[in-house]
């Protein structure tokens, strides 16, 4: 059975730098709908201390979602020496596909289809697929090009991982300080080589309470216009959610790959937000009863870029396998998690053991 490995990989990290000072003019609102009389300065300085996100990235306002995938994407079939007519799938992540001018999501043509279009490919059997998954929507783009290969239907992939959220957020939520713009992308490949590449995966789809945990509501604010939607989530119930259950689910996955918490090396995370973040990595380590560890162990850079979604982990394995994190490096036979939550609520892991 052939195994899955990454060649090639690339981002798009947007120019605009968006701090605080962004923000300091708005009004927000209360999950209720109560106007929030304290100084935005105050509100925004509590966000930075929960969240640690001092800055975000927004896109420029003549790009576009698939444009900044097709941008990624280029990089990564750059990196890998593949002529895009060597593809057999395109797997596009998003959650709101190429958003309108009024906020809306548009998904038709679909996202993989935009960026095949854009790549210049003409080959008719390279099929464009989207995968609306929430933010695990790339890990399971990953998990999903896995099992073609495995199943021998595929031998070369196409995984991107792009979102602009800035444009789906309302401007009286304090939630729309964690949203950013990104986009990251690989190219994976058949191997003979055994023991290497994806080596256990694991999905998670509860969709029964935790449906609404994150959904597309109008603004808060009842005297703005109601007829648009936003991204709206309930961050507490989130929190408790993925405290609870994504420990367990990368605990179940490093067991299906024959190994434990001292066999892997980096724990590349969704990067949601820092405490909550750090809240499960501390808690994947109590399940092996292990109180101290290093930190390192998880990068970060929602400090820097904020929440993008679907791109925060493409975008981190890019930067890292590239030299551009400073102190993370990966290792040749090294094993690593990448895992996500979102909005379903879902939640995915794989381990990668690297050639």
């Given amino acids: ?15 605009r730098v968006i701090g605080r000072d962004y923000f300091m003019n708005s009004e927000f609102y209360t999950e209720d709908g109560v106007k929030i009389e304290k100084p935005a300065e105050e509100t925004i300085a509590k966000f930075v201390e929960i969240t640690e996100i001092e800055n975000r990235r927004f896109i420029e306002d003549d790009l576009s979602n698939s444009q900044i995938g097709y941008e990624a994407a280029k ?13 057999d799938y395109i797997i596009y992540a998003s959650n709101f596909g ?36 929430g933010c695990p929507g790339w890990v399971e783009g990953m998990i999903l090009a896995d099992n073609l290969i495995k199943a021998k239907v595929a031998k070369t992939i196409l995984i991107i991982g792009a979102e602009t959220l800035s444009r789906v957020t309302d401007p009286h939520d ?9 986009a990251g992308a690989v190219v994976v490949k058949a191997t003979g080589e055994e023991n290497v590449g994806i080596i256990a995966h694991n999905t998670i789809c509860d969709n029964g309470p935790e449906l609404n945990y994150l959904e597309n509501q109008p603004s808060i604010n009842k005297e703005v216009d109601q007829k648009r939607l936003y991204v709206r989530m309930l961050g507490r119930k989130i929190y408790e959610y993925a405290l609870k259950n994504v420990p367990v689910a990368i605990k179940d996955t490093i067991t299906d790959a ?7 090396d980096k724990i590349l995370i969704h990067q949601a937000n820092a405490k909550m973040d750090y809240a499960m990595i501390e808690r994947l380590h109590r399940l092996y009863d292990v109180k101290e560890y290093n930190h390192a162990i ?11 979604s679907v791109a925060t982990i493409p975008t981190m394995y890019d930067l890292i396998i590239k030299g551009k994190m400073e102190g993370q490096t990966f290792k040749d036979n090294g094993n690593i998690v990448m895992t996500s939550v979102g909005a379903g609520m879902n939640i995915n892991a794989i381990v990668y053991r690297f050639p």
Avoid: H, W
């Fill in 75 to 87: 990089i990564a079939l750059e990196d890998a020496k593949v002529d895009g007519e060597e593809l």
């Fill in 298 to 308: 998880s990068p970060m850079t929602i400090q820097d870029l904020g929440n993008t």
């Fill in 1 to 15: 059975m052939p195994n899955t490995i990454i060649i090639g990989s690339g981002s798009y990290i947007p120019n």
């Fill in 98 to 133: 190429e958003v309108t001018e009024n906020g809306y999501a548009d998904f038709m043509p679909t996202m993989a289809a935009r960026v095949k279009n854009k790549l210049g490919i003409k080959n008719r059997k390279c099929v464009t697929y989207d995968m609306i998954f």
């Fill in 174 to 182: 304090r939630n729309r300080m964690i949203f950013a713009d990104g």
């Fill in 258 to 264: 024959g190994l434990s918490i001292e066999d892997i």
